[in-house]
């Protein structure tokens, strides 16, 4: 019995099979929202776009390392 899945396709995490692609694209996408969150509810307060793009690096390099 051979073993369909791609090379790069493994179970992390994620409730589903992804591959790197797909953790890439789940890390830009989670990006974007969390930025827009940030600009409608957190920059008004006084606290800087910066901080989220650190958060939503950190959080897209555990999704695609790990995920």
Not at 24 to 36: K, P
């Amino acid at each position: 019995m051979s073993d369909t899945r791609g090379e790069d396709e493994r179970h992390g995490f994620l409730p589903i099979q992804t591959n790197a692609f797909d953790r890439g694209f789940i890390a830009v996408v989670i990006f974007v929202a969390i930025s827009l969150l940030w600009m409608r509810f957190l920059e008004p307060l006084g606290l800087s776009l910066y901080i989220s793009t650190a958060i939503s690096i950190v959080l897209g390099w555990f999704i695609i390392r790990r995920g």
